[in-house]
């Protein structure tokens, strides 16, 4: 009887050792895991964040082909302290009226045309309040430009993309122009600014620079949130009538549309935040 229960006692030290044992590997590999995820988590951002300082150079490359404008304005030269002038001379700078005019119009054709060769997918440049200045492209599908830049680079900020169901052009009724929402700030993540409607009111026009140098300006009326199923997406691109109804506050008189998409912070991926513009009608 003695040893049956010296026998089960041992039993219960080996068993208890066992316990301490298997809840230590498990205290160790969750303490490995834990670090595993946070090392990978790291490595994610910090590829994240090369990847947009990536693009960031990029377009900022692109920007100044575009950017550049000639000052009507004379310099002065100064070689030397000597060379400043005082307070009590003149400096005089040249008459306009005199001066041969500037041909911006060919400026911007001549900016196009560089963009052009650089990706002949290039329709136009999209400029809004400052915040956003981009080249246009035009993929086969609308996968292309998902996580393609726009010089070609493998990259998650990716380019703004017009519908490839659209024409090259900017005469249809409608056009469909996507970005990104990127945590930097950049592509189309400033749209969400318009869902202020102070900001909105104060900042309401987006400028087109299309290849032939033509700058094309669109009235801002509505932005809201919605879903990738919105019928905005499918509305007929030649029906303006049918684009009335289906935008929500449509001038009645307009004409030619634009609808700007971009995600939104929501954890839900088919969630969407809509910008919507009439071409202002030149008078």
Known sequence: MIKKLVGTKG?????????????????????????????????????????????RAEYDILREIVSPLPVTEATIDIDSPEDLPTEAEDISYYDEAEADP?????????????????????????????????PIVRGANNVRYLNTTFMGERNRAGAIF???RHTRGFDETIKIIYGHLTGDGTMFSQLHRF???????????????????????????????TDAWNPAYTLSFTDT???????????????????????????????????????????
Request: some cysteine; hydrophobic content about 45%; charged content about 25%.
């Open 11 to 55: 039993k219960r030290v080996v068993k208890n050792k066992q316990a301490k044992s298997l809840g230590g590997k498990i205290y160790i590999s969750s303490l490995v895991l834990g670090a595993v995820l946070i090392i990978s988590a790291l490595a994610i951002f910090l590829y994240i964040i090369n990847e947009e300082s990536t693009a």
């Open 102 to 134: 500037v041909d911006y119009a060919q400026l911007r054709r001549l900016a196009m045309e560089e963009l052009l060769e650089i990706n002949s997918d290039f329709i136009g440049w999209i400029s809004i309040a400052d915040l956003i200045n981009y």
């Open 162 to 164: 017009m519908d490839y």
């Open 195 to 225: 869902r202020n409607s102070t900001f909105l009111a104060e900042n309401p026009y987006i400028e087109i620079t299309t290849l032939d140098g033509e700058v094309l300006t669109y009235r801002i009326f509505a932005a809201r949130m």
């Open 241 to 283: 009538e049918r684009a009335i109804r289906g935008f929500p506050g449509a001038p009645p008189d307009a004409e030619h549309f634009m609808l700007l998409s971009t995600c939104t912070y929501s954890a839900d991926d088919d969630e969407r935040f809509l910008v919507f513009a009439a071409l202002v009608a030149e008078e």
